[in-house]
DNA sequence: CAGCCAACGCAACTGTGAGTTGCGATGACG
DNA sequence: CGTCATCGCAACTCACAGTTGCGTTGGCTG
């Protein structure tokens, strides 16, 4: 009974890391309603069988590759220059929504796996944690006076990716530096205008 | 061969008609993943077989419901007063999309069905309308010096609707009074600001 | 009111993919 | 070099998409 590493141990991690990567392209391709296991299992270069042996079935499966995906953490430059900042920080968003790896990400949104329980609760973690990095950015910008006190860092923040969000999942446009600029040129506005105050 | 009505005579209709309820029903209460033909037709009270005389199949069916949702049309208010009338617009559009109606279609939005080509076309086409009727209000308003001349209707309504789909869609947070009506004053604040110009 | 015909119900099919089981092959590690 | 977990493989069951042929019904027409 030799100490082996965490419980699935041996090159079964290749194994794992292949299947993940597998189920996130074919579902930026085509979404959750035709994900087969077995394509997946066929792309990774794997057994159906062995898919099964790790996840049960295609929701844990589906879980599991955004679990994986969306531990992704960047957070707002700060160089003391909050429009600049706000607005760097945007299309760094925007360039990683259209990456490798958050297009599968927002395919997921735009899909029937986000109806799953733990994908929902993946995503409303995810938006908590950016809140809180945001939150210390604004901080500083306040505190620099910047910003009117009392902004409410998560309104800011929605207001900020609003756009880009409504130009990925509902309109399918793409989404353009001037896009980014100007959400962060009307959130910025918003908040000096003392309309980003905590809800009520 | 006397006229008969418009080819589908009869009392198909009233069929026609319960089982694209069904299908938005159903389609709300489990996305289009797990939409099942056999479902629709039973929830429907007809039979499978009379289901696929009228759509060839599952994509055509969504898209047929989709497109009879989505006829809806529905103004934003003109008394005068543009910061009152995109207020009361946008409580409009956040308790229709709330309601029985856009439930379903928001629902599908947020489903493989958004990828069909047909849905994606009648999103497009369902925007396009309703950004056209935006835009008469939006030239009233500048006509009555309410808003600054160039003022760009698309981006006006995007500014104003896009924090109620980022709840809709990622947050899954219900859409307060609170929410619409920050969003119609900061789509104001950005327009009087001179952020809201035509893209380049 | 009688009869026709379209619309519907029904049963029986094929095909695909989810999810399961038992067993044999293999590769990493002691 | 032997052990054992991991993987490949074939063969299932089950549910649902989509199809076909035929019997049944209900409304419209003559």
């Given amino acids: 009974m030799t100490a082996r590493g965490p419980a699935t141990g041996r ?20 979404g959750y309603a035709s994900l ?14 062995t898919v099964y042996r790790r996840w049960s079935n295609r929701e844990a499966l ?13 957070g707002i430059p ?14 760094a968003l925007a360039r990683w929504l259209d990456g490798p790896v958050g297009r ?4 997921m949104l735009a899909s029937d796996a986000g109806r799953l329980p733990a994908v929902q609760s993946a995503k409303r973690r995810f938006f908590a944690e950016r809140a ?21 860092p998560t309104a800011l923040l929605s207001t900020l990716v609003a756009p880009l969000y409504l130009n ?12 980014c600029d100007r959400a962060a040129a009307v959130a910025l506005t918003a908040a000096r205008a003392g ?4 809800a009520p």
């Avoid at 090159?11 to 085509?30: H, K, T, Y």
């Fill in 132 to 152: 809180a990095v945001a939150s210390d950015r604004v901080a500083a910008a306040v505190a620099a006076g910047q910003l009117p006190a009392g902004t409410d």
């Fill in 78 to 91: 700060d160089t003391g220059d909050i429009d600049a900042d706000l607005r760097d920080g945007v299309r």
């Fill in 62 to 74: 589906v879980t599991d590759a955004v679990l994986e995906g969306s531990s992704t953490e960047f």
């Fill in 36 to 49: 087969s296991m077995e394509a997946v299992a066929e792309r990774a270069g794997v057994h159906k069988t």
């Fill in 168 to 179: 990925l999942l509902v309109t399918s446009a793409p989404v353009t530096d001037h896009d």
């Fill in 11 to 30: 090159r079964g991690a290749a194994v794992r890391a292949g299947v993940l990567r597998s189920a996130l392209e074919l579902l930026a391709d085509s």
């Fill in 104 to 107: 599968p990400l927002v395919a």
């Fill in 195 to 198: 309309l980003l105050g905590p």
